[in-house]
């Protein structure tokens, strides 16, 4: 295997890219444009993930039609700078779900959550 990019299904491509980019992450790919995306690739650093309008992965992928977004997963993500990934949650008023504290296992983190209900826990070391 070379490398493991999650693809979410979203309401709207356009306001995940938005909420993703507060975090650092970059459009690289964008279909079919920036006004009217049914799918994105957001990347920062070598972490991928893809963002598909939900009916668009619901129809290539039959099992998941009708299921509720916002999966029973985390996107863990290392990160260099958590105090800017923090800073960037609460300035945008994005849902903490758990706030910056220190773990048993020695990171520093914290979990916001996206547009759709997927969990995104920022650590750092």
């Known amino acids: 295997m070379i490398k493991l990019s999650p693809n979410l299904f979203v309401t ?3 306001e995940s890219i938005a909420f993703y980019e507060k975090f650092g992450f970059k459009a690289e790919q964008v279909i079919p444009d920036a006004e009217n995306p049914i799918w ?26 009708g299921k509720q977004l916002g999966a029973t997963l985390t996107l863990f993500m290392q990160t260099e700078n958590i105090e800017n990934n923090y800073n ?11 706030d910056l504290h220190k773990t048993f296992y020695g990171t520093s983190e914290f979990a916001v959550q996206d547009p759709d209900g997927y969990i995104c826990v920022f650590a750092s070391k």
């Open 12 to 14: 709207s491509v356009k």
């Open 40 to 65: 994105a690739s957001v990347a920062s650093g070598n972490v991928e993930i893809m963002l598909q309008e939900k009916n668009s992965g619901m129809q290539e992928f039959a099992p998941l039609a």
């Open 88 to 98: 960037a949650a609460k300035t945008n008023n994005f849902k903490i779900v758990n």
